[in-house]
């Protein structure tokens, strides 16, 4: 099995009818195959789609299984890696068409290269966290914030970069007088610093679920969530290289509805959970039956009734997260327009029968 370098694993959905996906599929009933795609059926080329074994990753995975690229005819290649940096990597060298990612994304829509075609879910439950006898610990609490401006410079952050939580940890620091190179960002996938973390390493953990339910139930103390460090509720969601879009426009719009009925369906608690149990435990994602319960309180699929609400609007939180990133040197000022210019509401309008709005 042919693997790229930053990614762990090739996960497979080929085509064999041609069409649309409207039928109605229910359950977890056919298994992930993996190894090298093949064309056949529909007609159409590979289309390479890459994601994560998390919140975002699932309703792809869902989709596949359940048949839905099959049905409407796509020959659909998926690519799992670990976080959203990898991601933007391969969108940029042309070896992804589509990603459905986090907030790294951002970058590759600066970058003019990219078109945001739908949102995914809501990003609920990440936190930064530090230990019960810390001083930081025993701070104030200001805005919804625990913290302390001087307790706060030099904190050693444990956190992959290039991700959400680095945005939440740069705009906690920021909120108390700091630049980021005021704190210590150390560059850890999640499950390596929560390891790390947890035996004492670093001053604090920057925490996606569910990883930040786990340090919770352990006695660590959560200084800040991403919400109030930020003030942006935002959404991880799907992408595409502007050239796939231009060329491939049929493609890409039959795998927003995809996306879009596999959202559907994963409204259902019991199915999602039982669901994401599965691609978990696949991935060696370690996620307690509680921790998932708080992760689908906390992360919300945006479905048909989502994007169908009368002030929905389609990566509304990118602008203002696009603001902060030029603040902080991220983004150019000569690219942030780039993101807002690059949110395109036309597939998930014409996927949910609905006028969406860009943010």
Known sequence: ??????????????????VMCAALFAGCSKEASSGESSSSGG?????????????????????????????????????????????NEAIAANELDIAVSGFASVYSLANADCTWLADVNTTGGMGLFVRADSHLAQAATQNGMIGDTELIRGL???????????????????????????????????????QAFTTGEGDAMAAN????????????????????????????????????VETRSEEVQLFVDCLLKAMDDLQDDTLRSEYTRKVYDENAVTCSDEDLAHEIEDRAYVGTEAVSA??????????????????????????????????????????????????
Not at 10 to 18: C, D, S
Not at 45 to 57: H, K, P, Q
Not at 316 to 335: H, M, P, R
Request: net charge negative.
């Open 43 to 87: 007609g159409y080329d590979v289309l390479n789609v890459g994601t994560m074994a998390l919140t975002c990753g699932i309703p792809v995975l869902y989709a596949q299984e359940q048949g839905y690229f099959e049905e409407a005819g796509l020959n659909v290649n998926i690519e799992m890696f670990a976080t959203g940096a990898p991601i």
């Open 310 to 359: 009368a002030d929905y609007k389609l990566g509304e939180a990118w602008v203002a997260i696009t603001d902060f990133l030029v603040s902080a040197e991220k983004i150019t000022a000569d690219n942030a327009p780039n993101v807002a210019a690059s949110i395109n509401p036309s597939y998930i309008s014409s996927s949910a029968g609905v006028t969406v709005a860009a943010g």
């Open 209 to 244: 679920p569910p990883y930040s339910y786990q340090l919770a139930d352990q006695g660590y103390v959560e200084v800040t969530t991403f919400e109030a460090a930020t003030g942006v509720d935002m959404c991880d969601g799907c992408f595409a290289r502007n050239e796939v």
């Open 1 to 18: 099995m042919k693997k790229h370098d930053h990614s762990f694993r090739r996960i497979t959905a080929l085509a064999t009818a041609g």
């Open 156 to 194: 050693e952050v444990l956190e992959p970069l290039g991700t959400a939580v680095q945005y939440m940890t740069e705009s906690y620091a920021a909120a108390f007088g700091l630049t980021p190179g005021d704190i210590h960002q150390v560059n850890m996938e999640y499950a390596s610093a929560y």
